[in-house]
C-alpha cells in the first residue's frame, strides 16, 4: 500500500469537488447526501406596539337656530337674511353646531336677491328715466 500523505488528500477533495458539480443528485438534499440544508433564518421585522384606536368628537347634534333664521329670511327679506345667516355661520363655525351649510346657502342666496333687486330697480328708472324724458320732449 501506498503511503497517504497531503498530496492525497488534495486529489481527493477535488475529486468530491468535480463529482459533487458533475452530479446533479449530489447538492439535493433529498438524494441521502451532497451538500447540507441551507440555513434559513426568521426575516426579523421591527417590534410594533399595538396602536390605540382613535376616537374623534360625534358632531354636535344641535342645530343653529340664527343659520335656520337666516336660511328662511333669505327667501323674503334679503337683508335680514343676510345679517343672520352671516351671524349664524360665524357661530355655527366657533360652537361646532349643525346649521353652517344652511347658513352659507342663505347668505349666497341673500346676496344674489340683494344684487338682482338692485339691478332691477336700476332697470326701472333707467327705462322709465327714459320713458318721461321722450314723454316730455314731444
Known amino acids: 500500500m501506498a503511503p497517504t500523505g497531503a498530496g492525497d488528500t488534495r486529489t481527493r477533495a477535488r475529486n468530491e469537488e468535480m463529482m459533487s458539480q458533475n452530479n446533479p443528485y449530489m447538492n439535493n438534499p433529498y438524494a441521502g447526501g451532497g451538500a447540507p440544508a441551507p440555513n434559513y433564518q426568521q426575516p426579523q421585522y421591527p417590534n410594533y406596539e399595538p396602536q390605540q384606536p382613535q376616537y374623534y368628537a360625534a358632531p354636535s347634534s344641535k342645530w343653529n337656530g340664527m343659520a335656520i333664521a337666516g336660511f328662511v329670511c333669505s ?15 360665524s357661530q355655527t363655525k366657533k360652537s361646532g353646531e349643525r346649521g353652517g351649510d344652511f347658513a352659507l346657502a342663505g347668505i349666497i342666496i341673500s346676496a344674489v336677491s340683494l344684487a338682482l333687486s338692485i339691478l332691477a330697480i336700476i332697470l326701472f328708472f333707467v327705462i322709465f328715466g327714459t320713458v318721461i324724458t321722450a314723454a316730455t320732449m314731444q
Do not use: K, N, R
Request: aromatic residues 26%; neutral net charge; proline residues 0%.
Open 75 to 89: 327667501f323674503f327679506f334679503s337683508l335680514i337674511g343676510l345679517v343672520l345667516s352671516i351671524i349664524g355661520y
